[in-house]
């Protein structure tokens, strides 16, 4: 089978959880006998054109740029090249991740033309988005990353005919280190962009070593809040407890959340699902999570993490004090996470799904190698 997707900023450096989801999707995809095919986006300087990467064949075009400048001209070539990539590749299916800026050009009788299409709703939906709702409306199939993402499409977008819930999942580290909490290491992950929340984590670290802690935190990720955390850090005293790691590679993330005590995810939006909160759980950390969106589906609180209101610097410190408190708990939450995760998100099942999925839609018979998860 062909698959082409469409993923707005894969493997570029603004890789956030859908890329990550993607990139090992895709791999997987692959590693079955299937072929994929990944138009993205160009970020800052990046080379448009086609690209490799880990055996996965890219091509990225200047979608945000085009559509930033309303140029005209170049938003022609953008959908004579999408129209001649299809022309090349001959897809079978293809897969819209999201409904971003670039989704315009994917958008039906287009430059992809009547091609089969299955889309993700990895966010929450948004009524008066009008190029999200055509692209619900025009999907053959739809998947909701969570139950609270599925509720809500039902109950604005309808189309629950067509739409299935499939749990995000990722390939599990092999192995954990026992968890540290002296010196205590939290770390935030993600897009540093407002909705994540990373601005409350740093006033939380602040109340914390006000009281007498020697608790660190690191920020991994880009994104236009850098600089002004980077500024509050400074006015909050805590700059160099405080890291800003950048922009961590798929394949590093794990590492980086065996360093941590725990893994906080302050979110100020309705996470669809939570990605980072699965690749903490995996690693058997627990999760200091916002209750919103959908967080409590992914994060149980009391046994493989904590659940706080979101906006709240003084409950994320009370929740960052408690496990640093009783190591032991901190360590059994870790191990509860891990077995929660591999007891609900499990990679084969999910790519067994998503598989499944694209053949139905595409309607052609399923030939895989599913012995290869």
Not at 191 to 208: E, M, N, P, Q, S
């Amino acid at each position: 089978m062909r698959i082409l997707c469409h993923c707005d900023g894969y493997l570029t450096s603004a890789i956030g959880g859908v890329e990550v989801l993607s990139f090992h999707l895709q791999k997987e995809l692959r590693a079955r006998g299937h072929e994929v095919l990944v138009l993205t986006t160009r970020i800052g300087d990046e080379p448009t054109g086609p690209a490799h990467y880990q055996d996965q064949d890219i091509v990225r075009l200047d979608f945000h740029g085009a559509l930033q400048r309303r140029d005209l001209g170049r938003m022609r070539d953008i959908r004579a090249s999408i129209a001649g990539t299809v022309e090349r590749f001959k897809p079978d299916v293809l897969h819209l991740n999201d409904s971003q800026p670039s989704s315009f050009f994917f958008l039906k009788g287009g430059a992809t033309g009547a091609l089969k299409r299955v889309l993700t709703l990895h966010s929450p939906i948004r009524p008066s988005e009008g190029v999200q709702n055509r692209l619900i409306a025009e999907a053959d199939a739809i998947v909701a990353v969570s139950d609270s993402v599925a509720f809500e499409a039902a109950a604005i977008a309808g189309a629950t005919e067509k739409m299935r819930v499939i749990k995000n999942a990722l390939p599990a580290p092999i192995a954990s280190p026992p968890i540290a909490t002296v010196p205590a290491h939290f770390v935030c992950a993600g897009r540093v962009v407002r909705d994540k929340g990373f601005d409350i984590a740093i006033r939380a670290l602040a109340i914390l070593r006000e009281h007498g802690s020697d608790a660190r935190l690191t920020v991994a990720g880009n994104g236009p809040e850098r600089k002004p955390l980077e500024q509050l850090s400074e006015a909050l005293g805590v700059a160099k407890a405080v890291t800003f790691a950048g922009w961590v590679m798929p394949e590093d993330v794990s590492r980086l959340m065996q360093s941590a005590t725990a893994i906080l995810m302050p979110s100020r939006w309705r996470e669809p699902f939570g990605l980072v909160a699965l690749q903490a759980m995996q690693s058997a950390r627990p999760v200091i999570a916002s209750a919103i969106g959908g967080l409590p589906e992914v994060v149980e609180h009391g046994v493989s993490g904590l659940l706080v209101p979101p906006e709240d610097a003084n409950a994320l410190a009370d929740a960052l004090a408690s496990m640093l408190a009783d190591a032991e708990k901190t360590a059994a939450m870790g191990r509860h996470a891990r077995d929660r995760a591999e007891q609900l998100f499990d990679f084969a099942r999910f790519v067994d799904a998503y598989e499944t999925l694209f053949s139905e839609t595409a309607g052609i018979p399923l030939v895989s190698n599913r012995s290869a998860a």
